[in-house]
Structures are given as structure tokens and as C-alpha cells.
Nanobody
């Protein structure tokens, strides 16, 4: 069983930066996907950024160039560096992990979420 614990959320003004962290108890397998998702009130959950065990990264168009996903394999920590934040980035951010599949489209494990609020 993979347990994921997010941290680093908070409130920031537009244009500011935040770094989210996700501590994983273990990786799902030697080949895996991990990623960050978000859900704003009244909206569906969306993928923000994913990374697979080969280090291949994919980003949502809305965050590409502003957000960076990375991982510290030695510490089992996943990061999301967010810069040039916009009010539209306000959401609950979730860390997720799953099997190594195309586009990392299947996540089986989820954290409890961390809130990011961006004010204008």
C-alpha cells in the first residue's frame, strides 16, 4: 500500500511562488507514474503535472512554463514548484501514484490534498 502525504500549500498573491511536497511511503513498483492533480470548487479534478519512472514529464497546458514537477528518489519525495501563480490556480492539490501506463492516466493512490489559494 502506498501512502502519500502532501505539504506546502498556502495562500499567496498573484505572481508569487509555492513549492508543494509529497512524501511517499514507497513507490508503487519499480516502474511507476506519479503526479499532481487539482480540483477547484465546482470543477472536475484535472491533471497538473505527471512524471514516470523514466523521468518523462507532462504538464497541463495551463501550467506549462510556470510549474515544474520533480522527484527526489532517495527520499521518495515528489515536488511541484509553482511560480507566476494566478488566481485560476486556486484549488486543492493532490499527489497521486499509479502504474507505469501511457500518459500516466491511471492513478491508484491519492494523498489527502493541500490547499493553494492565490489572491489577485
Amino acid at each position: 500500500q502506498v501512502q502519500l502525504v502532501e505539504s506546502g500549500g498556502g495562500s499567496v498573491q498573484a505572481g508569487g511562488s509555492l513549492r508543494l511536497s509529497c512524501a511517499a511511503s514507497t513507490y508503487p513498483d519499480s516502474k511507476y507514474c506519479m503526479g499532481w492533480f487539482r480540483q477547484a470548487p465546482g470543477k472536475e479534478r484535472e491533471a497538473v503535472a505527471v512524471i514516470d519512472s523514466n523521468g518523462i514529464k507532462n504538464y497541463a497546458d495551463s501550467v506549462r512554463g510556470r510549474f515544474t514537477i520533480s522527484q527526489d528518489n532517495a527520499k521518495n519525495i515528489l515536488y511541484l514548484e509553482m511560480s507566476s501563480l494566478k488566481p485560476d490556480d486556486t484549488a486543492m492539490y493532490y499527489c497521486a501514484a499509479g502504474p507505469f501506463v501511457r500518459l500516466c492516466s491511471q492513478m491508484h493512490y491519492w494523498g489527502q490534498g493541500t490547499q493553494v489559494t492565490v489572491s489577485s
